[in-house]
């Protein structure tokens, strides 16, 4: 018999690849990290002999979610701002808190808080955009989650750098550090089209196309933020992303709930992909993307929650849920975005979008074993005809019991395994006091 490091035997397996397929009683054989074989039990149990063997008599296994779009380090300031329209939310609270609080401590406290939020809902990978990204690069490979580590860039001084230089050569620095890292990797996160002019960007575009990372960048995020570009120049943002150079296969675009039939059509001829972050666009009523309609075109179209300041979780099942809704009202098509396209925007679309499509997003012999178990056996699940309309329109986070990363547990039996759950509350909780308790005058002191 063939030895491996782990059989995970579960109910169902839902691979994402190939399309829709969902397996009866089947299992997973993991070695060295990696997937070596999806294939029925009694077959799994005839060929290998495994160190850990792990029955799932209820779940099923899906491909670790892949958050496409995150702040973690917002994590302490969830529920700090809420009812508000996103220049409000953004000028009047969530800047002057970051400059009076965000520093290096912050920035960990918050990613470690957001981390053990992700894994115990099934993201095994992020792709983060905020500041002191050191510290969340840091805590994520402790953690031993994936993450792509936005390299921030704004024009204005915060309490991370002074100017755009200053930004990129943080920036840079922190992708020398992580150059080759197993589980880390770095994007370019230019804020958006109207934090970041032209010069910098520019200069973004000549390094993303040297080293080969992807841009990271909120676009079209309300229906203000083009009138205002329109009013300074008469151009859209994304004309002026056009004419810059920077749209293409390397450029994800956040939110994007602005767009026309001809900006869809870019979108789709340059192989630009859409972080789709519907929650956070609801309760910010900045408006909806159209992901029926891009991924007619051929758009690929990943999922996000954004940050937890403005979503206010980090639940990417939820996100499946909430997209697959929003895309039938706004479409007013039932069809449009059935459950197996919702798992494929939170899943293979997320890694497509990082570069990572042939490494993870899969259950695909050869792939990193980044797996998930999710029980379908509960009262709020049955009956139970169809297992992937099941997960996608009735499980929640909660409902996640095991996570595994390159075949390395992270929660077993809804248990953080390298993480102190209750240490990560209590630290949440003295950051919260703090800020809620100091005097704006004082808060620097």
Known sequence: MEAVDTLLHAAWIIPVEPEGAVWPAHSLAIRDGHIVAVLPQVEARQRFTAATEIHLPRQALIPGLVNAHTHCAMNLLRGLADDLPLMSWLGEHIWPAEQ???????????????????????????????????????????????????????????????????YLAKGLALHDAWRGHPLVRTAFAPHAPYTVSDAPLRRIKV??????????????????????????????????????????????????????????????????????????????????????????????VALGTDGAASNNDLDLLAEMRTAALLAKG??????????????????????????????????RPGKWADVVAVDLGGLDRQPLYHPLSQLV??????????????????????????????????????WGIRIATTPQEHADG
Request: aromatic share 6%; net charge negative; proline share 4%.
């Open 100 to 166: 009076r609080w965000v520093d290096a401590a912050f920035a960990e406290v918050g990613s470690r808080l957001a981390i053990a939020e992700m894994i115990k809902g099934g993201t095994t990978c992020f792709n983060d955009m905020y500041f002191f990204p050191e510290q969340t690069a840091r805590v994520a490979a402790d953690c031993g989650v994936r993450a792509c580590v936005g390299m921030i860039v704004l024009d204005f001084p915060t309490r991370y750098a002074t100017d755009a230089d200053d």
């Open 207 to 300: 390094l993303s196309d040297e080293l080969d990372v992807p841009i990271h960048m909120h676009v079209h995020e309300t229906a203000g933020e083009v009138a205002d570009a329109v009013g300074r120049d008469g151009r859209r943002p994304l004309q002026r992303l056009e004419q810059l150079g920077l749209l293409g296969p390397n450029f994800l675009a956040v939110h994007m709930t602005q767009l026309l039939d001809a900006e869809i059509d870019l979108l789709a001829r340059t192989a630009t992909h859409v972080l789709h972050c519907p929650e956070s666009n609801l309760k910010l009523a900045s408006g909806f993307c159209p992901i029926a309609r891009l991924l007619a075109a051929g758009v690929n």
């Open 393 to 430: 329109y009735t499980a929640h986070r909660d409902h996640v019991t095991d996570v595994w990363v390159a075949g390395r547990p992270l929660l077993r039996a809804g248990v953080l395994t390298h993480l102190d759950e209750a240490a990560l509350i209590r630290e949440a909780r003295d």
């Open 330 to 363: 706004v479409s007013g098509d039932a069809a449009a975005v059935p459950a197996f396209q919702a798992l494929l925007m939170a899943t293979l679309n997320g890694a497509r979008a990082l570069g990572l499509d042939q490494e993870i997003g899969s259950l």
